[in-house]
């Protein structure tokens, strides 16, 4: 009888433990930040859905855009780059998406291969990794990443840190959506970076024993291991002395691994006048070079299926890229910086009716020469168009493919009016 009462109270024991767990679970994802989930969640919850993987920093998710690869190549891919993650959080993330799916094409960024640490910030890899399923592979990367238990237990139970949000809980907590952009971001901000200056690509760093590179051949092995392949970028960012070094060291390295590096920041694609949001991102200009000069490559040299006229698999990725769509007009309507909005505008399905009152100088004068979709009237035009008197420096009237007007936007001294 005895041991029949202990086996109840340790059989109790474990139901309150496993009820414990499913609750504090449940609201360690209510209380989560969000921004992760609204990322990655999706790719999380099918990875083999994704013929190709991006991998690698803020750098990549602003510069390569699927859903632009889905529109012009029919290839199904997902960014899972990640701000400020360096190459231990980059391998990590890639062998805990390994154990659901192998990918046909790995495009890995290295950026950050040069830096002799395993994290820079902590509150990051939460944004990073928090949507990653619960697993061995992951403990044990969180393990190797952190190397004490009162961090390692912040990663792997997310109660223990966001327990106090919640007077802090809002409508998106409990409502979040997905992003519309399979992991990537829309950077609409624009600055001159003209004065950069690249150095020759013969300059290398001499001592790369570091951190970053034992991490960058431990994925080229992991993925030589599996028969994946791996394309190597850099993508273009205005990097310091260092940075560039470190770059120049990498074909050495592909040409070790029998893989392909495409170094864009020596391909003269970018304008830098007006290709960068700042010194690290690509802009709307920037990113739609770089996410066509992947497409074309990728392409061109592999065997990637074009799901375009594939039934179902076009159905719902042409839902998708319609709510893409729908997000990038909605940015477009909200935009209240002359400088900002036109970035916009940079889309073959737009027509777009501009009045003026003077030519742009500058900086804007640029942005205007990037777009071949602007047909210009005059303000009596653009006042019968209104139905009103133009009180600004600028009107614009942006028509859809089928001819209906998606938006109308008037500017004064550089500001959108009301």
């Known amino acids: 009888m005895m041991k029949m009462n202990k086996m109840k109270k340790l059989a109790s024991s474990l139901c ?3 009820l414990l767990g499913v609750l504090l679970n449940d609201a360690s994802q209510i209380l989560s930040a969000k921004e992760s989930t609204e990322r990655y969640s999706e790719f999380w919850e099918n ?3 994704y013929d ?3 991998l690698g920093t803020s750098h990549m998710y602003n510069a390569i855009h699927p859903m632009e690869l889905w529109d012009k190549y029919g290839i199904r891919s997902y960014n899972l780059g990640a701000s400020s993650s360096c190459m231990p959080q980059t391998y990590w993330t890639l062998m805990c998406a390994l154990e659901y799916s192998k990918p046909k094409v790995i495009v890995l960024d290295a950026y950050k291969v040069h830096l002799d640490k395993k994290y820079q910030n902590q509150q990051l890899i939460h944004l990073g990794m928090d949507s990653i399923p619960f697993s061995g592979v992951k403990i044990k990367g969180i393990c190797d990443l952190f190397d004490n238990w009162n961090e390692r237990f912040e990663h792997i139970c997310g109660f223990s840190v966001y327990h106090n949000r919640w ?3 809002a409508e998106r907590d409990f409502n979040w959506q997905r992003s519309s952009m399979k992991g990537a971001s829309l950077n609409n901000n624009i600055e001159d970076k003209s004065k950069y200056q690249i150095i020759d690509k013969a300059v290398k760093m001499d001592d790369m024993d ?9 994925i080229l092995e992991e993925c030589k291991e599996r028969e994946i392949n791996v394309v190597l970028t850099a993508i273009p960012f205005c990097s310091n002395r260092k940075q560039q070094r470190a770059m120049n060291v990498i074909p050495e390295i592909a040409k070790k691994y029998d893989v392909p590096y495409l170094n864009m920041i020596y391909e003269d694609m970018m304008d830098y006048d007006i290709d960068f949001a700042d010194d690290n991102h690509a802009n709307l200009f920037g990113a739609k070079k770089i996410t066509l000069y992947i497409g074309d490559y990728l392409t061109g040299h592999y065997n990637l299926m074009d799901y375009r006229d594939s039934g179902e698999i076009s159905k719902q990725w042409n839902k998708d890229y319609e709510r893409y769509l729908n997000e990038k007009l909605e940015r477009m309507r909200g935009s209240t910086e002359l400088r900002l909005y036109v970035q916009w505008l940079l889309d073959e399905r737009y027509t777009c009716y501009l ?16 777009l071949d979709n602007i047909t210009l009237i005059s ?8 139905g009103d008197e133009i009180k600004g420096d600028y009107a614009f009237f942006v028509e859809n493919e089928n001819g209906q007007v998606v938006d109308t936007a008037v500017f004064q001294n550089g500001q959108r009016q009301s």
């Not at 570091?210 to 431990?218: A, Q, S």
């Not at 009045?355 to 020469?369: D, I, V």
């Open 167 to 169: 007077e802090g809980l």
């Open 379 to 386: 303000e009596e035009e653009a006042g019968a168009r209104l």
């Open 210 to 218: 570091v951190v970053g590179l034992v991490y960058f051949k431990k």
């Open 52 to 54: 190709v993987w991006f």
């Open 16 to 18: 309150f433990v496993l």
């Open 355 to 370: 009045y003026r009152k003077e030519e742009p100088e500058g900086l804007l004068a640029k942005e205007f020469a990037q």
């Open 47 to 49: 990875p083999g859905e």
